[in-house]
């Protein structure tokens, strides 16, 4: 069974950029989450797909943006970088809608903006 | 104000002392879960218990135990003859809201250092 796997492992851009990060599933699950991590904080919530359908969304502006494709994988899009974006991007799998199902997290992008 | 709420920054035990997580929430929802998670020095966060609001029953799960009570709105978390292995950082967490409108809150994390 693989778990969750993310792309790239690490990142650096450049303040007002834009940066896509990529989620694959754990096998047989259809909902991903994605958390943002800064240091020395806990993750925060930033959204969640069901099958392709944003199903939560936490208080994060509209510049992140999400996808959830057939086979479940997903991409996170950030625009026009901010440097308070840098941080730790977690995603998160799990069977079932909603999030109160056990979530399998990945090992997440570290992303660094200057 | 914070919907979760630990307040021990950072802990240190030495190997096989108990030590107790503490963690308190804070929700107007009558259904809701709460979590705790365990994130190594590699990262990944790895699931260890799910609770419902209706299940005040504590938990043993090895050396692991969890006691919920909702009178306090608190869910601490203790170990038991901890190990070094059990050096990492621990996150309470409260899922509240609607179906498919649900909204997941993770504490600050506790660290755990585990001195042999």
């Known amino acids: 069974e693989t778990g969750v796997t993310q792309s790239p492992t690490h990142l650096i851009k450049t303040r007002g950029q834009q940066v896509t990060l990529r989620c694959s599933s754990q096998?047989?699950?259809?909902?991903v989450s994605w958390y943002q991590q800064a240091l020395g904080q806990g993750p925060q919530f930033i959204f969640q797909?069901?099958?392709?359908?944003?199903?939560g969304r936490g208080n994060f502006p509209p510049r992140f943006s999400g996808l959830q494709f057939p086979n479940y994988s997903s991409e996170l899009n950030v625009n026009a970088l901010e440097l308070d974006d840098s941080a730790l991007y977690l995603c998160a799998s799990s069977l079932g809608q909603g999030l109160s199902y056990e979530q399998y997290f990945g090992p997440g992008t570290r992303l660094t903006v200057t | 104000a914070q919907k979760v709420t630990q307040a021990q920054t950072e802990i240190s035990v030495v190997e096989k002392e108990d030590v107790t997580l503490d963690c308190v929430y804070e929700t107007r929802d009558t259904t809701y879960y709460l979590f705790w998670y365990k994130q190594p020095p590699s990262g990944e966060l790895v699931f260890l218990i799910r609770r419902n609001s209706f299940d005040e029953q504590n938990e043993i799960s090895g050396r692991y135990s969890w006691n919920f009570q909702k009178s306090t709105s608190s869910f601490n978390f203790t170990i038991t003859a901890s190990q070094v292995v059990d050096s990492a950082v621990y996150f309470c967490a409260l899922m509240e809201g609607t179906f498919g409108f649900n909204k997941f809150y993770f504490g600050s994390g506790t660290k755990l250092n585990v001195k042999p």
């Open positions: 096998s047989g699950h259809n909902t």
């Open positions: 797909y069901y099958r392709e359908e944003e199903n």
